[in-house]
């Protein structure tokens, strides 16, 4: 018989598949996704988790995380210690940049290199690279990192840097990132166009190592105001929207015109009082004079202000329910936690009695500081510790900024504020050992101890608690965790409050997986008729 022999035309393969009763590939359409903070994408600038979220759409993390935070292979296709000081990395073989340049063990150095040398960095990736001492490329697939001491959550540190082009960055700066001319990475999405505060657009990677994204296209819109992203998803001007406050997410629900998502969060938020400052301009007496000492320097004030907090009233009504109160530096979910420590209820006889007999039996005056567009109803949750802090019989004053002024401020040798609400995300550690190590740890700029220590604490029997735990590799690992938690949480260097959900929307044609870190990253997105 003679071979038949078609025409390869796209039509005509359309055409034979619907004769064949086939359906015909789903296109997606491109992909808006509204994200509520400007972005950077220099991916060694700023490390806060706008810019982070934004590094996924075009970069890998050195180490993988999946959406539950579990550290998964991706270009680092495995990694093994072999001794306590030193690990093994192996590099996934075939992957290439945007600009198809090979991806090899030298770009693995090179980003090492660079992390700690941005000049100018506000907030340095640095604490990801603590105890790094030496990377050594072994061949062109092989990298091993040496420790200055044992260090088990290396790997999970690692999920935060972005591994760059040597060939693209090498003499770069963070402004040939902006204009895209640096901004070469090994992820899912290549960059179209970066439009400052706006956002970006950004192009499918065809030759992506991995699963390709769902969608061909996608832009990133920055919607600072939560009720004009909510707008904008109903009108249908964008398809995805992150950060829903909790009352909007109930009220999305009900209506059922768009589809909610949600997954509990790894960040804590908690209270941070400035303990560095002998005197803050911002803390007056009763009569509202200026204080000549800072009475949050004083453990029993720290105490009064913890038993002050109704947590479970903070969860449920600043939080609409979309929060779970915690006296505790980790989730639930996370190595260390406590089942045996419920969040502390407030008791506002005792808070009085523990301020009397600091010499405040009248109370004092101090203002309470809080970004009000970074955190799920930042602003909303300032004014009721602000009343919290007002039935104890202080003369709390609420002030809240944008994050683009609320940080800058509160950053080491600059804070004035004090009192202030911070939230730290946990997943590169998945247990007590990060928050414990940068925010209770005394500052120490070459062991990358204390980079989110804003209040300035520092108590060098904590410090010695806290060294001796992080490093162990045994299996009193967690034991000591937990018990060098409970240390810190008695010297309330910050008041934990509670644990976050987060929220997302999406129209109803989209699928969306929410990740526990809370960044919002297109790649999880999928048309809802082909989400698995």
């Known amino acids: 018989?003679?071979?038949?022999?078609?025409?390869?035309?796209?039509?005509?393969?359309?055409?034979?598949?619907?004769?064949?009763?086939?359906?015909?590939?789903?296109?997606?359409?491109?992909?808006?996704?509204?994200?509520?903070?400007?972005?950077?994408?220099?991916?060694?600038?700023?490390?806060?988790?706008?810019?982070?979220?934004?590094?996924?759409?075009?970069?890998?993390?050195?180490?993988?995380?999946?959406?539950?935070?579990?550290?998964?292979?991706?270009?680092?296709?495995?990694?093994?210690?072999?001794?306590?000081?030193?690990?093994?990395?192996?590099?996934?073989?075939?992957?290439t940049f945007q600009d198809g340049s090979p991806f090899t063990a030298e770009d693995v150095a090179f980003t090492l290199a660079r992390v700690p040398e941005v000049p100018n960095n506000p907030g340095p990736y640095t604490s990801n690279l603590r105890t790094l001492q030496d990377v050594q490329v072994v061949d062109p697939y092989t990298v091993r990192l040496v420790t200055d001491r044992p260090n088990p959550t290396l790997m999970g540190q690692l999920t935060n840097i972005f591994v760059v082009s040597k060939r693209a960055a090498e003499g770069a700066s963070t402004a040939d990132f902006t204009s895209g001319k640096a901004a070469i990475g090994t992820g899912p999405f290549r960059l179209e166009n970066f439009r400052g505060a706006e956002g970006m657009s950004l192009a499918r990677n065809e030759d992506y190592w991995g699963e390709k994204a769902a969608y061909a296209q996608v832009s990133l819109r920055v919607i600072g105001n939560d009720a004009a992203r909510i707008a904008a998803l109903l009108s249908g001007d964008v398809d995805l929207i992150e950060d829903v406050a909790p009352t909007d997410a109930a009220r999305l629900e009900r209506e059922g015109q768009v589809r909610v998502f949600k997954r509990n969060s790894d960040r804590i938020m908690f209270l941070i009082p400035n303990v560095g400052a002998e005197t803050l301009p911002l803390l007056t007496d009763a009569q509202g004079q200026p204080l000549k000492e800072n009475p949050l320097r004083d453990l029993r004030?720290?105490?009064?202000?913890?038993?002050?907090?109704?947590?479970?009233?903070?969860?449920?009504?600043?939080?609409?329910?979309?929060?779970?109160?915690?006296?505790?530096?980790?989730?639930?979910?996370?190595?260390?936690?406590?089942?045996?420590?419920?969040?502390?209820?407030?008791?506002?006889?005792?808070?009085?009695?523990l301020l009397a007999e600091a010499g405040y039996p009248?109370?004092?005056?101090?203002?309470?500081?809080?970004?009000?567009?970074?955190?799920?109803?930042?602003?909303?949750?300032?004014?009721?510790?602000?009343?919290?802090?007002?039935?104890?019989?202080?003369?709390?004053?609420?002030?809240?900024?944008?994050?683009?002024?609320?940080?800058?401020?509160?950053?080491?040798?600059?804070?004035?504020?004090?009192?202030?609400?911070?939230?730290?995300?946990?997943?590169?550690?998945?247990?007590?050992?990060?928050?414990?190590?940068?925010?209770?740890?005394?500052?120490?700029?070459a062991q990358a101890f204390g980079q989110g220590n804003r209040g300035a604490f520092s108590d060098p029997?904590?410090?010695?608690?806290?060294?001796?735990?992080?490093?162990?590799?045994?299996?009193?690992?967690?034991?000591?965790?937990?018990?060098?938690?409970?240390?810190?949480?008695?010297?309330?260097?910050?008041?934990?409050?509670?644990?976050?959900?987060?929220?997302?929307?999406?129209?109803?044609?989209?699928?969306?997986?929410?990740?526990?870190?809370?960044?919002?990253?297109?790649?999880?997105?999928?048309?809802?008729?082909?989400?698995?």
């Open 1 to 95: 018989m003679p071979r038949l022999r078609f025409p390869r035309s796209a039509t005509f393969l359309v055409l034979l598949g619907l004769a064949l009763g086939l359906a015909a590939p789903a296109r997606a359409q491109p992909l808006t996704v509204g994200v509520q903070a400007p972005f950077g994408i220099d991916p060694h600038f700023l490390f806060v988790g706008p810019n982070m979220a934004a590094a996924r759409h075009i970069y890998d993390s050195l180490i993988n995380r999946d959406p539950e935070s579990r550290m998964v292979p991706g270009i680092v296709q495995s990694w093994q210690a072999l001794d306590e000081t030193t690990w093994e990395l192996k590099l996934r073989r075939g992957v």
């Open 301 to 353: 004030v720290r105490r009064a202000l913890s038993l002050a907090m109704d947590r479970q009233a903070l969860a449920e009504r600043a939080m609409d329910g979309q929060a779970v109160a915690t006296g505790q530096m980790v989730p639930q979910q996370f190595a260390g936690y406590d089942p045996d420590f419920p969040a502390p209820r407030a008791d506002l006889a005792e808070a009085r009695r």
């Open 362 to 445: 009248d109370g004092f005056g101090l203002t309470v500081g809080c970004s009000n567009n970074r955190f799920v109803n930042d602003g909303r949750v300032c004014q009721v510790v602000g009343q919290m802090l007002a039935r104890l019989g202080l003369q709390a004053k609420v002030e809240t900024q944008p994050g683009s002024v609320f940080f800058p401020r509160t950053v080491h040798g600059k804070n004035d504020l004090p009192l202030m609400l911070y939230g730290l995300s946990l997943s590169s550690s998945r247990d007590p050992s990060y928050i414990l190590s940068t925010s209770v740890h005394t500052r120490n700029v």
């Open 461 to 532: 029997a904590m410090d010695r608690i806290i060294d001796a735990a992080i490093v162990r590799m045994d299996e009193g690992r967690e034991a000591a965790l937990r018990s060098a938690m409970h240390a810190a949480i008695g010297r309330f260097p910050i008041i934990p409050l509670y644990n976050q959900v987060t929220i997302a929307a999406g129209r109803k044609s989209v699928e969306y997986t929410p990740r526990m870190d809370e960044q919002m990253v297109a790649y999880h997105a999928h048309p809802a008729q082909a989400a698995r």
